[in-house]
């Protein structure tokens, strides 16, 4: 393949004090060839680059070499060295773009060969090519090119020898440039039963000459253009399995055992018995249980001391009882492993339940009685009809019964649980229906503590109030959260707390000493790097049991699956290096072993599954609570307090009503962005709730290769948002909005029909909801409240429609404390009401009527609510 020059004449290599090198920098200041690529690393500067042309160069052109020895008559003696056949050729094809003249191409080849052969003798001093030139003098010229370039003093009878071999060799290599494994010599081993080896072989003349430099049993065969059969006694055979038949495999020979053989294999297998002192229905993944082990070799049992002799053995070939065993590296590796894990008959139970989920794709067989069984037939057994739930308010679909049933077994035994259910299918109502479920047991008897990103919570908080206010729950968050002795009295009073990621990490040192008896991590592919601050304060917090919920339990790669596991159930999923080696490197069967022992803990749901699909409606509505950020809050409280100190005076109506409406707008800009209040084009990343709960959403539609519409009363956070989100996700963003021409709607909305078109449509409210076909979205977003309900639901509409054969799942995000809260209680607690209210025609209009004291009651923000 032919490349054009790529650095100029005056950039070549020169020829300075007998050796090659560079010329560099402005001074050109000479450095040597190998002294070069160091040099420019320490200077790195443009002026230095083209060494690295060079260096690109020469190791392109040593990939395609074929070496061979060469030896040159200079004053003095002979210098061998090693040379690169067809070198000319090669150079010429490299640089034909450049119609190189005859004294150039003689100047590169000259300056590569010298190359190659000094990289070689560098790289390779255990190159084992002694054996491709037959006799001592082909050994002697083989150690001169392993060795520093020097005069070598030849007599002239083996000059003659040393020009011979030379040439056979360049012969051999033109007749045979590769060897296939059809033309290979055969070593093949056809009896070891009786400790002797029998070796038959299949090789050239040539070959065995080469071989019997190295091992003399090779001598005894005199080929005849068949097979030879060569008998070995034992300390012939201990030493063809240690040194030659590792060797030959090194130069491409083929080695073949009986074709009946087979190591017999070993194998361990244990039994664990009754455990006591257990915490009543729990078994806790660090309490240590007993095993017995027994050890096999083939059919039959082995003791401890002959399992030690294996793996100390010396000899390549070991009798054990009526046995013959090859000791080669992979049996080593096995007894090794096997010896460690029988020595040790005290084991936890994590690594119990690993062995007794899956344990054949690790070479273990371990049978559980008593507590251990019983616990692991309760989890994977059948469920009874769901009853019902007294004090949960609402309805559960059946796949959520299932679900909450799944959840509670787990709870119950003291295990980790993740719930993996696409989003929207309610994952936090069945932890909360779980929950209520041990209240109704008598086992919700201490604390649970559910961690969430912050533009969660507030959403948790709505959903226990609406499905069961009998859970006492409290919000540990904001800059007068208590600390110390008060946090610790507090919780005991609590039967649900809520927390932040954040918040738990920097109280951390309170929140560990408390006796949780559970754990929940909300959107758990947070704690997918385990090496994290967060991750390593999750895995503090100690519990009974543990739930993560997570719509993408595998965002990047297997081991977010690791990662989630060890803070459920520590241990169980072996160490992070074992678990990479296992399963990340795509062994046949590893992935059906993992998913054996992922089944018992992890319960995920699809929402196109056909066992939910039928529970489902055409269209899910979800409340995204978010909160205010500290800009947020500040911002808000001034157009709060600017807007009281204009109405608290001598207004007229018409006045009256411009300044509320003026407010009401900056206030609902406030709840979306303080760059959209400020018409500023600062940064836009952490600064708004509404901003970060949307980032977190398009992470787990994406992540299912989902599309989504996103709905905004405001044109400028249309164009203000669009290239944040292109940037953040590295995905196309298209955008849709009531400045755009006919032509260039239309084109919009077929690239975001189209089979690989824009993931994320933003647009306008009024733009985006008439007249138009979005059924090739799953989702919606309405990033704003409008003030009429009809307006969102048309919106909403253009996705949810005929033509739409997916479900639909509807985001409505309301800020939590402000004037958007109440608004939205308005819509959803007397909606006839609303709609006759906030028609069309009237808009915000109604707000103005009302008194001052109505009015700070509708827009003023509550306090309680304030987070940092």
């Known amino acids: 393949m032919s490349t054009r020059i790529a650095v100029s004449r005056r950039d070549w290599p020169v020829y300075h004090n007998q050796q090659w090198g560079f010329l560099i920098g402005q001074d050109e200041h000479f450095v040597p060839r190998d002294q070069a690529v160091a040099w420019t690393l320490a ?25 061979l020895p060469a030896i040159d008559r200079v004053e003095g003696g002979w210098v061998p060295h090693w040379r690169v056949v067809g070198a000319a050729a090669l150079v010429a094809d490299r640089w034909a773009d450049e119609a190189l003249g005859d004294s150039d191409l ?11 052969d000094a990289f070689v003798r560098q790289h390779a001093p255990d190159l084992d090519a002694r054996r491709a030139i037959g006799g001592p003098l082909g050994r002697r010229l083989v150690a001169r090119l392993m060795r520093p370039r020097g005069i070598w003093d030849v007599n002239a009878n ?3 020898l040393l020009a011979q071999a030379i040439q056979d060799w360049e012969r051999s290599a033109q007749e045979h440039p590769h060897r296939t494994s059809v033309d290979a010599p055969i070593v093949r081993i056809i009896d070891i039963r009786s400790g002797l080896v029998k070796v038959q072989v299949v090789a050239s ?56 053989w087979r190591n017999p294999s070993l194998r361990i297998r244990g039994r664990v018995d009754d455990l006591d002192g257990r915490h009543q229905h729990t078994l806790g993944l660090d309490q240590i249980v007993q095993v017995d082990w027994q050890v096999l070799l083939g059919d039959q049992l082995m003791s401890l001391q002959e399992l030690e002799e294996l793996v100390r053995a010396s000899a390549p070939l070991l009798r054990l009882r009526d046995q013959f065993v090859v000791i080669d590296d992979e049996m080593l590796r096995e007894a090794r492993r096997v010896y460690e894990r029988a020595k040790k008959n005290r084991v936890k139970v994590a690594d119990a339940l690993r062995w007794t989920v899956g344990g054949a794709g690790e070479g273990i067989e371990l049978i559980t009685s008593g507590d251990l069984y019983e616990m692991l037939a309760e989890l994977t057994g059948p469920y009874p009809p769901f009853s019902g739930l007294k004090n949960f308010r609402g309805a559960l679909r059946p796949y959520q019964q299932e679900g909450v049933q799944w959840m509670v077994r787990r709870m119950r035994a003291g295990v980790g649980a993740l719930l993996a259910d696409d989003m929207g299918l309610g994952k936090t109502v069945e932890v909360i229906a779980a929950l209520t479920q041990l209240q109704e047991y008598g086992e919700l008897d201490g604390t649970v503590l559910i961690a969430a990103p912050l533009s969660v919570v507030g959403n948790w908080e709505r959903e226990f109030e609406r499905f069961n206010p009998s859970i006492r729950v409290g919000s540990h968050l904001g800059t007068n959260r208590l600390q110390g002795d008060a946090l610790i ?28 008896i559970g754990v929940v991590a909300d959107e758990a592919q947070q704690l997918k790097n385990p090496g994290t601050k967060r991750a390593r304060a999750m895995r503090r917090i100690a519990a009974r049991w543990r739930v993560a919920l997570t719509g993408t339990p595998v965002e990047n790669r ?21 678990f990479r080696q296992r399963f990340e490197r795509g062994e046949a069967g590893a992935l059906d072993d993992l998913k054996r022992l992922l089944t018992p803990f992890v319960l995920r749901r699809m929402k196109t599954d056909p066992t939910v699909m039928p529970d489902l409606p055409e269209k899910v509505e979800i409340h995204e609570w978010t909160l205010l950020t500290p800009e947020q809050i500040a911002l808000y409280q001034a157009v709060v307090d600017a807007l009281f100190q204009e109405v608290s005076g001598t207004m007229t109506r018409m006045a009256r009503r411009g300044a509320i409406v003026a407010a009401l707008t900056h206030l609902k800009q406030v709840t979306d962005h303080p760059a959209l209040y400020l018409h500023e084009a600062g940064p836009l990343k952490g600064r708004s709730g509404k901003l970060e709960r949307l980032e977190e959403l398009l992470s787990e539609i994406l992540q299912a290769h989902e599309r989504v519409v996103v709905f905004t009363q405001y044109v400028s956070w249309v164009l203000m948002v669009a290239p944040y989100l292109k940037r953040r996700f590295h995905v196309p963003v ?27 449509l933003l647009a306008s409210l009024k733009a985006g909801g008439v007249g138009l076909n979005l059924a090739s979205a799953q989702h919606v977003i309405h990033f704003d409240r409008w003030w009429n309900p009809a307006t969102e639901d048309q919106a909403t509409d253009r996705v949810w429609r005929m033509g739409q054969t997916e479900l639909v799942t509807v985001h409505k995000f309301v800020t939590r404390g402000t004037v958007e809260e109440r608004i939205d209680a308005l819509i959803r607690e007397k909606r006839r009401l609303s709609e006759q209210l906030l028609t069309e025609e009237r808009g915000d209009a109604w707000v103005a009527e009302l008194s001052n004291r109505e009015l700070r009651e509708l827009v003023e923000l509550r306090e309680t609510l304030w987070i940092d």
């Open 43 to 67: 200077h790195a500067d443009g002026a230095y680059r083209h060494v690295f042309f060079w260096w690109d160069f020469f190791l392109e052109f040593l990939l395609d070499a074929e070496l």
């Open 106 to 116: 003689h100047y590169l080849t000259n300056f590569l060969d010298d190359w190659v």
């Open 158 to 160: 083996d000059q003659r």
């Open 205 to 260: 003349a040539r070959e065995l000459a080469e071989w019997s430099l190295r091992f003399p049993m090779w001598q005894r065969v005199r080929p005849s253009g068949d097979a030879v059969v060569l008998t070995l006694s034992l300390p012939e055979s201990e030493e063809f399995w240690r040194d030659e038949l590792p060797a030959l495999k090194a130069l491409g020979a083929k080695i073949e055992l009986p074709a009946n």
């Open 489 to 516: 009295q507090w919780t005991r009073a609590q039967q649900a707390v809520l927390t932040t990621y954040d918040v738990l990490l920097r109280d951390i040192e309170w929140l560990r000493q408390i006796p949780w």
């Open 558 to 578: 297997l081991g977010d699956l690791w990662a989630e596991m060890e803070f459920l159930n520590p241990g169980y999923l072996g160490s992070s290096r074992d």
């Open 734 to 760: 298209a955008t849709f909005h009531g400045a755009l021409t006919k032509l260039e709607r239309d084109q919009i909305l077929t690239e975001f029909s189209a089979r690989g078109g824009p993931p994320i």
